[in-house]
């Protein structure tokens, strides 16, 4: 039986998927958030010219699927890492920003 998943083990896969590459060096903040950018650009880049209706539907074709799939998790990796190297914890940054949310822009 595998364990569940949790946002620590899978910042732990990352890094050590990098470190057995020795990508490390490579792993600074800048370049995460560029490599974020360009991974959210060609998740973007699957929806540009859809119309609402095709977005909506877009998980109903196994390949455009597959291709949003790959898309939101290089996305989510590149996130997980650079919050490993700030130091961020990501799960309690969005849990203080929703916070803040809630006061900003209250339920009528």
């Known amino acids: 039986m595998t364990e569940p998943l949790d ?3 899978l910042q732990r896969r990352l890094a050590e998927f990098a470190a057995a590459r020795n990508w490390q060096p490579y792993h600074t903040p800048k370049n995460l958030v560029a490599a974020l950018s360009v991974e959210a650009s060609e998740l973007v880049e699957i929806f540009q ?7 909506a539907g877009v998980m109903d074709d196994p390949d455009t699927a597959r291709r949003v799939t790959d898309e939101v998790a290089d996305v989510l990796a590149y996130l997980l890492q650079l919050c490993e190297v700030l130091g961020i914890d990501p799960l309690a940054a969005l849990d ?3 916070d803040r949310n ?3 822009f209250p339920a009528p």
């Open 49 to 55: 010219w859809l119309t609402p209706e095709e977005s």
């Open 102 to 104: 809630e006061r900003r």
């Open 96 to 98: 203080a920003k929703i």
């Open 7 to 9: 946002v620590a083990k």
